[in-house]
């Protein structure tokens, strides 16, 4: 057993009194006790006191509590459990309601006529010479402005915000499945997605179904291989996806000079603050933490 002097009693109190506790965390609060002149010294002082805790691990003095925790004592290890990945929302909330879709006049005769837009036909009469009141009388093309509308609407209706249990890709083509995600099985058959795991997909007819039993195998739930199953997508966000065919967002500095300066701005008063927050370990007060300033090197 090596000898300890008050240092490597002081980790081990340090320990005890918040295990298990961070090793990093242990070098702060132990650091700290020092005076340090700049962050630098600081620094090379956490670095001088981690081979301590290394000597500790390796004489059976200090044991590992996962991955960067220690403790005084053996910890059993808990079973590892799958990690949910939640993908980053990428439509924001509108800030005001805006129509889908209007009915204009075009201004000339030259004036572009843009895709699925509704046209309108003004008809003048004559009655004796003099032109009559104009009639305005929609064209087929209003039908279009219509389905945009009830597509929108539609989507509008869906329920916002769903959480999602994640599961395998699809081979190569970079779509990743998660739980009830509907889909075509290779013979035309509508299913929903089960699980996916080493490209091999498990399916069920019917949403939160439960996928094993093997007395239903073939007709509750399936395996085919993933490869050969086709995402459905939403007839609604089809239509309205490709009105967005070909538009690009045009170049602004301002747009940048104001992304530059809100990311610059503090939080909002209650949300969480920007970047890492640090663990706060607490440590009873004892008496060594006077010996500290005796200038003992570390």
């Known amino acids: 057993m090596p000898s300890l002097d008050w240092i490597d009693s002081r980790i081990l109190q340090v320990v005890q009194d918040a295990e298990p506790v961070k ?6 609060v132990v650091t700290e006790e020092f005076s340090s002149a700049s962050r630098a ?12 805790i290394r000597r500790m691990l390796r004489h059976g ?12 004592f053996q910890i059993a290890p808990e079973p590892a459990t799958m990690r949910m990945r ?10 005001s309601k805006t129509t889908v879709s209007t009915v204009t006049l075009p201004s000339s005769p030259q004036s572009r006529r843009q895709p699925n837009q509704a046209q309108a036909q003004v008809i003048v009469g004559s009655c004796g010479g003099q032109e009559t009141t104009p009639i305005v009388t929609e064209t087929e093309s209003d039908n279009g402005s219509e389905r945009i509308s009830e597509a929108a609407r539609y989507l509008a209706r869906l329920p916002r915000r769903q959480r999602r249990v994640w599961s395998g890709w ?24 089960f699980g996916v795991k080493r490209r091999m997909l498990v399916f069920v007819h019917e949403p939160d179904w439960c996928a094993g039993d093997p007395d239903e195998a073939g ?4 395996v085919v291989p993933a490869s050969r199953v086709r995402t459905l997508k939403i007839e609604h966000a089809v239509t309205l996806g490709k ?13 940048i000079a104001a992304a530059r300066r809100n990311g610059c701005q503090p939080p909002r008063v209650g949300s969480r603050a920007r970047g890492r927050p640090r663990t706060a370990v607490k440590v009873r007060p004892t008496s060594t933490t006077t010996v500290a300033g005796a200038g003992h090197p570390i």
């Open 23 to 28: 090793t990093w965390s242990v070098l702060n």
């Open 86 to 95: 939640h993908p980053k929302r990428t439509v924001a909330r509108a800030t």
């Open 243 to 255: 009105r967005k065919a070909g538009v690009k967002e045009k170049f602004s500095l301002s747009k």
């Open 170 to 193: 699809l081979d190569d083509r970079g779509v990743r499945c998660y739980r009830n995600m509907p889909i075509l099985l290779p013979g035309g058959e509508q299913a929903f997605v």
């Open 41 to 52: 010294e600081a620094r090379v002082k956490r670095l001088a006191l981690w081979p301590r």
């Open 219 to 222: 007709r509750s739930w399936g």
């Open 61 to 72: 003095m200090l044991f590992r509590a996962g991955r960067n925790r220690v403790a005084t």
